[in-house]
């Protein structure tokens, strides 16, 4: 499994947009590349997938360039309540059948 | 919505006893999945299970945990004489495919 990079915690105030990167050097050629967020207490919350390019859904976009060794979630006008630790796992399609394997996340704190 | 569940969401338990952790799936999902989150830790994969039997299992998943099905709807986590680095958050995920990952809100272990 590729391993991936994220920064360790962010901050950021309301309304401003947030962008966290993801580094994953040796992701494979059938590898997606996944977003998860979690509060404190709570199980994972699928954010958004990626396999190249860029992908928008009412949450969020993923920013994939073309070598794909990194990714960028992009949190548009960020709340308060976008406050968690969120998860850049990367993995084969057929996730079904592999575990999930979660890195440190990176911890998004957002004041008023 | 459909979602995971997951009873009970607070278990307190003396050490050497045994525990039963129990979880619903999404109806007509495939794949099943138990992880675990030690305070202030990663989320860390224990196993797979899938038609019927287990496809993954970490190194945490030794002798003393195991996985059931019993009835086609529930699934069960059982670990057999708890010790109290057991004590943390125990997630159960459901996936249909090859798709995202259903994370229930998760169970509070404190073994004592």
């Known amino acids: 499994l590729a391993k991936t990079t994220q920064p360790i915690s962010m901050d950021s105030y309301e309304g401003q947009e947030v962008n966290i990167t993801c580094s994953h050097n040796n992701i494979a050629t059938n590898d997606y590349i996944t977003w998860y967020q979690q509060f404190p207490s709570q199980g994972p919350r699928f954010i958004i997938q990626g396999y190249k390019t860029k992908v928008t859904n009412e949450v969020a976009s993923l920013f994939i360039p073309a070598d794909r060794k990194s990714s960028t979630l992009s949190l548009p006008r960020v709340s308060l309540s976008d406050t968690a630790v969120y998860y850049c796992?990367?993995?084969?399609?057929?996730?079904?059948?592999?575990?999930?394997?979660f890195g440190s996340g990176t911890r998004l704190q957002v004041q008023p | 919505e459909p979602e995971v569940t997951q009873t009970p969401s607070h278990q307190v338990t003396q050490m050497g006893q045994e525990v039963i952790l129990r979880c619903v799936p999404i109806s007509n999902h495939l794949y099943f999945y138990w992880y675990r989150q030690i305070l202030g830790q990663k989320v860390e994969f224990l196993v797979s299970?899938?038609?019927?039997?287990?496809?993954?299992k970490s190194e945490i998943f030794d002798d003393q945990f195991s996985v059931e099905r019993p009835d086609g709807s529930n699934f069960t986590l059982k670990i057999r004489s708890t010790k109290l680095e057991d004590s943390a958050m125990y997630f159960c995920a459901s996936i249909p495919g090859n798709t995202e990952a259903f994370f229930g809100q998760g169970t509070r272990l404190t073994v004592v």
């Open positions: 796992l990367v993995g084969a399609s057929d996730t079904g059948r592999r575990a999930l394997t």
């Open positions: 299970f899938y038609n019927n039997e287990i496809s993954e």
